[in-house]
């Protein structure tokens, strides 16, 4: 079936620093990729939409400058966290959508600790 | 918009009961409805979809879930829990936005603790 890689599974930074997160579909092409952020006890949160050549789309009250999305192909979407504080410490996800009656399909999740 | 509630934070039942973790939706048109698991530090595992068809919906690991529209209900069921079922469970509904894009919109989850 279909795969979602997700790298690295656990980053720890300092404060005001910038961390990237990759999501990569193995074994398909995702026209559309989703990340999500997770609180501890908490349902996911999804932050952004992003389409392959294009600009993603935000949630209401996620700060674009600060969470950068790029989706430069259709295996490859990338969450760039910048100037980040221990506040944005938490568990992000990212899922891919091979298309409209396809499943969505999750990757394993990063933990962000940020000291 | 789309939304989906899961109405307990946390179900027990022992190893070899029935279990059931409820799930109820509230859309406009025709529900596209996904049951999801989690274990610790992982991601997302999909177990269900309910696209159209039949109303029970059998899944992966022994899971099922019956769509039932009077009720607007999806929950998860299975015949004989597992110790190893134990995990966070997530209904989830499909919603297209107004731009077309499609994501997916989740319930608060539901821990299932399955005792020995």
């Known amino acids: 079936g279909a795969v979602v890689s997700q790298h690295p599974s656990r980053v720890i930074c300092k404060s005001g620093t910038s961390v990237k997160i990759e999501c990569r579909s193995l074994?398909?092409?995702?026209?559309?990729m989703f990340w999500y952020r997770q609180f501890p006890k908490q349902s996911l949160m999804l932050m952004a939409t992003?389409?392959?050549?294009?600009?993603?789309?935000?949630e209401q009250g996620v700060e674009k400058d600060k969470f950068l999305i790029n989706h430069a192909s259709l295996t490859l979407s990338t969450l760039t966290v910048t100037s980040a504080h221990p506040e944005d410490s938490s568990f992000y996800i990212c899922?891919?959508?091979?298309?409209?009656?396809?499943?969505?399909?999750f990757g394993s999740g990063t933990r962000l600790t940020v000291v | 918009a789309q939304s989906v509630a899961q109405p307990e934070d946390q179900v027990n039942v022992a190893e070899g009961n029935p279990l059931t973790v409820k799930c109820t939706y509230s859309?406009?048109?025709?529900?596209?409805l996904f049951w999801y698991v989690q274990y610790p530090n992982r991601g997302l595992q999909f177990l269900l979809k309910?696209?159209?068809?039949?109303?029970l919906v059998k899944g992966s690991y022994g899971f099922e879930a019956e769509f039932n529209k009077s009720q607007t209900s999806f929950h998860l069921k299975k015949p004989s829990a597992l110790v190893s079922d134990s995990a966070l469970y997530f209904c989830?509904?499909?919603?297209?936005?107004?731009?077309?894009?499609?994501?997916?919109?989740f319930g608060t989850g539901t821990r299932l603790l399955v005792s020995p």
């Open positions: 989830a509904v499909r919603d297209i936005k107004n731009t077309g894009f499609q994501k997916l919109v």
């Open positions: 992003s389409n392959e050549g294009s600009k993603a789309t935000y």
């Open positions: 899922s891919a959508n091979e298309g409209p009656n396809y499943g969505y399909t």
């Open positions: 309910y696209i159209t068809g039949d109303n």
């Open positions: 074994d398909f092409q995702a026209t559309t």
């Open positions: 859309v406009s048109g025709n529900p596209y």
